[in-house]
């Protein structure tokens, strides 16, 4: 028996992609509204964190 006809048989397995594609969305926004709204001088600092000794 193919995976696919497993899938077919579960009820309501449909809406968990959905749910993933949601997930995925809601977490890209709120990583680029946590990198837009936060200040240059923090990312500056970031930024020469590894070259630092």
């Known amino acids: 028996m193919k995976f696919i006809n497993y899938l077919q048989s579960i009820t309501g397995v449909s809406i968990f992609p959905l749910i993933g594609l949601l997930l995925f969305v809601t977490f890209f926004i709120g990583v ?13 600092q970031k930024s020469k964190l590894p070259l630092e000794n």
């Open 32 to 44: 680029a509204f946590y990198v837009y709204g936060a200040d240059k001088k923090s990312w500056q």
